[in-house]
């Protein structure tokens, strides 16, 4: 069975920094992008904040880089976000998505599966 898990939230002060794993299983990520997105209270689910290809390209957001900086373990079959300098505007549940093949995409209806995601509070 396909599944994805995130975990690594949390809350944490403004400046502070957090770092989400997505753990794979049922499936290698070899040969799937994957993406990180975010559902802040009352909002849609954003864009993908950052994506890590299948042939090891990533690439995040403006709003994010510099802050945010998303890398793989393929032997771990996980992928990390590391985020520094966080925000309150930041505070979402974050989830991670996969599909199949490199082209990169931040539209959430292009992944195929989905973790069930991790809280991440920005707050003093």
């Known amino acids: 069975q396909l599944q994805l898990v995130e975990s690594g939230g949390g809350l944490v002060q403004p400046g502070g920094s957090l770092r989400l794993s997505c753990a794979a299983s049922?499936?290698?990520?070899?040969?799937?992008?994957i993406g990180w997105f975010r559902q802040a209270p009352g909002k849609e689910r954003e864009g993908a904040s950052c994506?890590?290809?299948?042939?090891?390209?990533?690439y995040c957001v403006e709003s994010v880089k510099g802050r945010f900086t998303i890398s793989r373990d393929n032997a771990k079959n996980t992928v990390y976000l590391q985020m520094n300098s966080l925000k309150p505007e930041d505070t979402a549940v974050y989830y991670c998505?996969?599909?199949?093949?490199?082209?990169?995409?931040?539209?959430?209806?292009?992944?195929?599966?989905w973790g069930q995601g991790t809280q991440v509070t920005v707050s003093s």
């Open positions: 998505a996969a599909k199949r093949g490199f082209r990169i995409t931040i539209a959430p209806g292009d992944y195929d599966y």
């Open positions: 049922g499936f290698s990520l070899d040969y799937y992008t």
């Open positions: 994506i890590s290809t299948s042939d090891g390209s990533t």
